[in-house]
């Protein structure tokens, strides 16, 4: 099959190339009709743009740079997906990079990434990172820069998000309303976005049924091996102890339930658990894991349509702002009493 250019889109719809050149990149300067036409089309028609004949007409690499924390994170493998489909189809590659937690490889990975000439950075930011002298460096160098899930807000950048407020509101909210009233939080370094948003959706929600905040309900993590046993050991040993736990990531959900189970500690009988995450096994656990599930492709998505918008109608792009996605809870048996 011969390969469909953007003429032969252009000679079927009787328009000029320029037209549906500038409709498929999503131009504001085309209407809603026409660049609907052309988009049925050209996906009818299998077609795909071509990156290296696009940078070759300009300065343009029509190369995106992500930086995450870690692939293997089943959170940051869906949002990739969500960023890789929206960049495919607008014509853009993506260069993938990945911090594994350490503020210095994520200095190293942006210097790579505008090394490499890419047109825009999309980055969620290691749980080492406090200082993003880095990143307004390549703010200063017009690079555009979207943040997505761990975010900061010493950036003057677009932010795309979970609702994370939300998501754990909701979540200690249904706790509370199981009858548990010590619910234990695990999480992970406080200086995080998520951290203090997800902490922040906890306190309200014990708040709002009276139930008094308490610190030592409370533990931090550090991504280290065992460490939701360690949590767990520390909060069984509390008098009283704790009747349910929220964890606010995969690991730390899926290490607080083998820990428990580990401990003979029955689930949902004595402590129910309820995690945020992403896990595309919790309905397999045993017991299946009630959780808040992160829009984790949507915020890719979402993320790649905002940054390609900053880099091809720059001054004309959407104001910087934060986009909030909302969270689902799936009830299952762990938290059923």
């Known amino acids: 099959m011969d390969t469909v250019t ?86 853009y590659h993506v260069i993938i990079f990945q911090t594994h937690e350490s503020y210095e490889r994520e200095v190293a990975n942006v ?19 406090s200082d993003v002298s880095h990143l307004k460096e390549m703010q200063q160098k017009n690079l555009p820069l979207v943040l997505f899930d761990r975010v900061s807000d010493e950036l003057e950048a677009t932010q795309v ?41 906890y306190r309200a929600a014990l708040e709002k049924y009276g139930l008094p905040f308490d610190d030592n309900l409370v533990r931090y993590g550090t991504f280290g091996p065992d460490e939701a046993g360690q949590m767990v050991d520390s909060l069984m040993a509390l008098e009283p102890r704790p009747d349910a736990f929220f964890t606010a990531s995969d690991r730390l959900a899926l290490g607080c339930l083998a820990a428990l189970q580990q401990r003979h500690v029955a689930i949902p009988e004595e402590v129910s658990l309820i995690g945020f995450t992403n896990l595309n096994v919790a309905d397999l656990l045993s017991p299946s894991l009630s959780t808040v599930v992160q829009p984790a492709q949507e915020i890719g998505q979402v993320a790649a349509e905002r940054l390609i918008e900053l880099i091809e109608r720059k001054q004309r792009a959407t104001p910087i702002g934060t986009v909030r996605i909302p969270t689902e809870m799936v009830i299952r048996e762990s938290t059923r009493r």
């Open 6 to 91: 953007i003429k032969d889109i252009a000679r079927a719809l009787n328009l000029s190339t320029s037209t549906v050149s500038r409709a498929l990149r999503g131009s504001y300067e085309i209407n809603p009709e026409t660049k609907r036409l052309v988009m049925e089309y050209a996906e009818r028609l299998n077609y795909r743009p071509n990156p290296i004949a696009l940078s070759l007409k300009g300065s343009s690499s029509r190369a995106i740079g992500v930086i995450v924390p870690q692939i293997a994170n089943y959170f940051f493998s869906q949002a990739i997906n969500g960023i890789e489909a929206i960049a495919y189809n607008r014509g």
């Open 111 to 129: 210097q790579q990434a505008a090394a490499r000439k890419v047109d825009g950075l999309l980055i969620s930011l290691s749980s080492e990172t």
């Open 161 to 201: 998000v979970a609702d994370n407020f939300g998501g754990a509101f909701a979540a200690t909210e249904h706790l509370i309303q199981q009858g548990r009233r010590r619910i234990a939080h695990l999480t992970i370094p406080p200086w995080l976005s998520i951290t203090q948003e997800r902490l922040a959706g």
